[in-house]
């Protein structure tokens, strides 16, 4: 199993940005969760938003009403929408399956 991360930037606040997880080696269909994760400088590994097939989606209240994930079955693919970007959002973006991390995305935002 192989997850590749993709689509950060840098960008300014206030600003957009679409992050995409390509999953291969498993159907996302036949995974009870799968989430995004995130990493700032000098602080431990967060957990963004879940989208579980039992509980729905599931978003840290930082990033409530700003990003939304979504699973797109067809491609084997697992979206990250970030809207109204944040200084404090800026990490390393990382998607992740139980026990599966990808590589990473960095999403850098200016103030």
């Known amino acids: 199993v192989q997850l590749q991360a993709s689509g950060g930037g840098s960008v300014q606040a206030g600003e957009a940005l679409r992050l995409t997880c390509t999953v291969s080696?498993?159907?996302?269909?036949?995974?009870?969760?799968i989430s995004w994760y995130r990493q700032a400088p000098g602080k431990q590994r967060e957990l963004v938003a879940r989208?579980?097939?039992?509980?729905?989606?599931y978003y840290a209240d930082s990033v409530k009403g700003r990003f939304t994930i979504t699973r797109a079955s067809a491609r084997n693919t697992v979206y990250l929408q970030m809207n109204s970007l944040k200084f404090e959002d800026t990490a390393v973006y990382y998607c992740?399956?139980?026990?599966?991390w990808g590589q990473g995305t960095l999403v850098t935002v200016s103030s």
């Open positions: 989208s579980s097939i039992f509980d729905g989606a």
């Open positions: 992740y399956l139980p026990d599966v």
């Open positions: 080696g498993i159907r996302i269909n036949n995974m009870a969760s």
